[in-house]
């Protein structure tokens, strides 16, 4: 039997190989939800990563559908609960792309304290200002790490490598086995006290969303930095350009919006807030990894088999 998958999002092409080996394939991105409204009754398969908004329409509208499939780590893309209304089972790959997210946090952290991309921008328009770009060194500052899954332990490795001291929270892991991993582990209200860089690490749920707000903000360390390389709403934006603009927040690298791509985010025009477009699992190794590992759940789920990550 040949199954039908569509493809909405940039899938790598490993992947779609390994469909195409069994099941028709339409790689079709870019479409409206009435436009998947209007296709996706035609399919047995939906695979995307976070740029379609899979919502209770388009589940509905899916009377053949079987499985989706999130290319990446975070669902919330995808309705789960209109879904499982449906029967129809969703899968994610949530370990393909760890180490590009950790590798990319690293990368905002020392571009923050360094201010790599405002002294790149400032040369690049003929200028020679070595005052203005004085830095501050991860050595032996304090990290705290919101959320310590893998891609916020993997963090924690790598910080500890430049000598920071690395604080934690995450609720479901106890302070012993953050202990094993050189974590600190504390409340979150201690942890925000005591941070001079703060990362956040968790999913968006409604427990994570807007933690750092203005309330929250007022209790960091003046000069504080923060950093968001995991979704959009854990932080509240327009808080958080306030505090940046009033140097309380010494800065902020942002890699994830609250609307994506984001139309007014107060984060961005502000020289001391870095911003890129969602590029933490952009590597050719994460995304080579996450399509594999999806398209072989989808063939296996198709075939009456069970996904490996529900
Ligand atoms: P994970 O599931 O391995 O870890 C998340 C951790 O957050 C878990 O340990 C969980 O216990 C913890 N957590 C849950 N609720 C919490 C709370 N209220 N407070 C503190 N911690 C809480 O996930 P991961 O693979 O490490 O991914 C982390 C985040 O990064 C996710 O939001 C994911 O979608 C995102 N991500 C972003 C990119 C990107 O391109 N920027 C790439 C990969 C992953
Ligand atoms: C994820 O949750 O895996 C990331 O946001 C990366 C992606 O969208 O590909």
Not at 29 to 53: F, H, M, P, W
């Amino acid at each position: 039997m040949t199954y039908t998958i569509l493809v909405s999002d940039e899938l790598a092409e490993e992947g779609i190989d390994i469909l195409r080996e069994h099941a028709m394939v339409d790689v079709n991105t870019g479409l409206s939800e009435d436009e998947l409204v209007a296709t996706i009754e035609n399919y047995d398969a939906l695979l995307v990563r976070s740029g379609t908004q899979v919502t209770e329409r388009v589940i509905e509208a899916g009377k053949k559908l079987r499985f989706i499939g999130r290319a990446g780590a975070g669902v919330d893309n995808i309705d789960m609960n209109a879904a499982t209304r449906h029967g129809v089972i969703v899968a994610n790959a949530p370990e393909g792309n760890t180490l590009a997210a950790t590798e990319h946090t690293m990368a905002m952290m020392q571009s923050l304290c360094r201010n790599i991309p405002q002294a790149n921008a400032s040369m690049q328009a003929g200028e020679w200002k070595r005052s203005k770009f004085m830095g501050v060194e991860l050595n032996e500052k304090t990290l705290g790490i919101v959320g310590l899954g893998r891609i916020g332990r993997e963090v924690a490795k790598r910080a500890s490598s430049f000598n920071m001291h690395i604080i934690g929270y995450d609720p479901f892991i106890s302070p012993d086995k953050a202990a094993e991993m050189g974590i600190d582990s504390m409340s979150l209200d201690t942890l925000f006290t005591k941070a001079d860089i703060i990362t956040v690490h968790t999913p968006l749920i409604k427990e994570t969303r807007h933690i750092i707000n203005e309330k929250t903000i007022a209790t960091m360390k003046n000069g504080v930095r923060i950093i968001n390389c995991a979704r959009g709403g854990i932080i509240d934006e327009a808080a958080l350009a306030v505090a940046v603009k009033s140097g309380k927040v010494a800065g902020a690298a942002i890699d994830v919006f609250e609307e994506e791509p984001p139309k007014d985010s107060p984060l961005i025009g502000i020289p001391n807030i870095i911003v890129t477009p969602h590029l933490g699992a952009s590597t050719v190794e994460a995304q080579k990894n996450v399509a594999i590992s999806i398209a072989r759940q989808c063939l296996e789920v198709l075939g009456g088999g069970d996904a490996k990550y529900v």
